[in-house]
């Protein structure tokens, strides 16, 4: 057990005169009260999506004792609102190789290959293991899996479950086998013996589906979402009490703050909050010598996404804040196919799967003309960048705010079995798609960028493990083919697990952090930092709206460090300001990343720098933290990123240090590896 003595912050930034890709904390975490009470495991999944449930089956498997933290019920990630499937050569004459000659012309030059391979390679044995846990997927009248072609694929290759409910069912079956693997049933809760404080204005929140998209879960009949107060799930102590019974222990409505290390620097632990239920103070830490970030993406630092409210991009700000890098920020995926809720629409908004136009869905405008023919040899199925552009020009060739997808032809029957979610979704927004067709526009969907790793989920933090889409393995690019997102999370997520069990090691003592931490931000900085994002560095983006956006954030940046460095102020610690924060920081590197990126590739859109260039910009923008809040940015060598990021988690020494002051918005640089700082 830890004491709630105050020690040290993590380990000391050395400052200057460090290679760029070797580690150094920054010694920044989120403002928070010192941990109460702690519990030990072996490894420490934080997200329970594919890929964070995933790493957890496979590593209690091989005997290890793990802890899963999620910040609301299981399923409240991505995964469960998957719809299109998952992508994986399984079909008869389809081979790894075409599976990976599609990826990487999505990723649009900037793929890293050993990674695809490793991702096609693995992947139709992944989605094997995947039926064998137990996820039921949909098969013709021999048995065999049905596969769907989806945009930039050139072959049926989709498996798909429910129609277009598969992240539904792959949610439903990892949750049932962790259970069966040793997890407590879920019980309500009761406060964790050792926590005693009051977390200074925190209030359970309350997990309400967003008021704009009324939507319906798949899977399921709409679902209302249960406050904290009410949700029954298993509490730290509990936890610790049962461990010896189970390998896999669940800790939900839990937000994780930041990474604890030992005094050589690796990686200890987490320190978490947990949510509600009539406490109101939960933080505590998990001592482990290894933590898998599995947080999913950040569609919420825009303000219309198809992701849900978690999603706000806390696996990246904590990796940041403990020194890892992080790489392709500025390729996020607008998906082009989003019903279109009006012009104030906020939050998670349905999505139309790709699956839809992959079934002969027709993208028209007001007037019924069909805009793809000609722009693309796959029409409608061209990859998504393509298609999301498409919409934004014919959106401003016609004054629209939308354009439509027609899929009358389907008939009734196809719409109820083959996109019965889908139907559901857009009736219930008074749309009737057997009859009239959907108003659709963009909306940010993916971020293909993420925390650095190599192929077996490294970061440049040892210890530290990044999967699914919280991670940058490389095997995106610049644009994320459809339905490889899931693939992407299962076999990963097997690599790390093998990584991990393979490499036992007695957890370090953690430096426990001193009560103070970095400012926060408050609360409605969230709705601030969409407001820029959507303005600033959306479908279109330009040196002058990056510049907007970049000034936007950092006046919020710097208000909240100077009221805390002058007057010691900062916003209360509760799950909302955290958040903020945490969004502020990854919107902060986005744009830094996307100013700098000078040309327009994949889903990066320039409009001020339209063409792709590839002699100076086929190399990845690779960003981390310093400890003096600036960011500094470096250029890889070309699209694969090397193995910079050694086995043992480590980085390898040679890169070049990063200057010593910080400086504006540099001018771009293709030295490869090269650093430099940005404010
Ligand atoms: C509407 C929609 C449709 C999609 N369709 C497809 C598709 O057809 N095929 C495909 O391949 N991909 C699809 N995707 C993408 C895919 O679903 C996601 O990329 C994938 O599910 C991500 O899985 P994950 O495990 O990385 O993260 P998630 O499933 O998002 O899980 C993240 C987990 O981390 C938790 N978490 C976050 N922050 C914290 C914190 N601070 N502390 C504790 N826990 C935290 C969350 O609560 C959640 O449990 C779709 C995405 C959306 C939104």
Partial sequence: MTTNAAGRIGTIPSGTGTPASQHTSTGIRLHAPVPGWSIDADVVVVGSGVAGLTVALRCAAAGARVTVVTKAHLDDGSTRWAQGGIAAALGEGDTPAQHLADTLVAGAGLC????????????????????????????????????????????????????????????????????????????????????????????????????????????????????????????????????????????????????????????????????????????????????????????????????????????????????????????????????????????????????????????????????????????????????????????????????????????????????????????????????????????AHYASGGVRTDLRGHTTVPGLYACGEVACTGVHGANRLASNSLLEGLVFAERIAADITAHPAAPGEPVIPAPAGSPLLASEARYEVQRIMTAGAGVLRSAESLATAAGALERLHTAAVEAYDREGKTAEPCVETWEATNLALVARVLVAAARRREETRGCHWREDRPDRDDEQWRRHLVVRLTPYRTLAVRTTEGPEFGDDVRDDGTAAPGAPAHPAAPGGAAAPQHQPSASKELS
């Fill in 112 to 443: 890293d290959e050993p990674a695809v391979r490793a991702l096609v390679t693995d992947g139709p044995d992944a989605v094997r293991r995947l039926i064998a846990t137990g996820a039921l997927f949909d098969t013709g009248d021999d048995g065999a899996i049905l596969l769907a072609r989806e945009g930039g694929h050139h072959r049926r290759r989709i498996a798909h479950a429910g129609g277009d409910a598969t992240g539904a069912e792959v949610s439903r079956a990892l949750i049932a086998a962790v259970r069966a693997a040793g997890a407590p049933a879920p019980r309500t809760q009761t406060a964790p013996g050792t926590a005693s404080r009051s977390a200074p204005g925190q209030t359970a929140r309350a997990q309400t589906a967003p008021e704009t998209a009324s939507q319906t879960a798949p899977g399921e009949a709409a679902r209302t979402r249960t406050a904290p107060e009410t949700a029954s799930r298993s509490a730290p102590g509990e936890a610790a009490r049962t461990q010896d019974g189970g390998r896999i222990e669940l800790i939900e409505n839990a937000l994780v703050l930041d990474l604890l290390t030992d005094a050589e620097g690796r990686t200890a632990g987490v320190t978490l909050h947990v949510m509600g239920a009539g406490q109101r103070d939960g933080v505590g830490a998990v001592r482990a010598r290894a933590v898998v970030l599995a947080t999913g993406g950040m569609g919420q630092v825009y303000s219309a996404t198809t992701n849900p409210s978690v999603s706000t991009g806390d696996g990246v700000a904590l990796a940041l804040r403990a020194g890892a890098e992080v790489s392709d920020l500025e390729f996020v995926q607008f998906h082009p196919t989003v019903l279109w809720l009006g012009p104030d629409a906020e939050g998670q908004q349905p999505l139309v799967s790709e699956a839809v136009r992959g079934e002969g869905a027709h993208l028209v405008d007001a007037d019924g003309t069909r805009f793809m023919l000609g722009q693309h040899e796959l029409a409608e199925l061209a990859p998504r960048d393509i298609v999301a552009k498409a919409i934004m020009r014919r959106m401003r060739e016609t004054g629209g705010a939308h354009m439509y997808l027609d899929a009358r032809h389907f008939g009734a029957q196809m719409w109820q079995e083959r996109f019965p979610t889908i139907l559901a979704a857009c009736r219930a927004h008074g749309i009737d798609p057997v009859t009239e067709p959907i108003p659709v526009a963009p909306a």
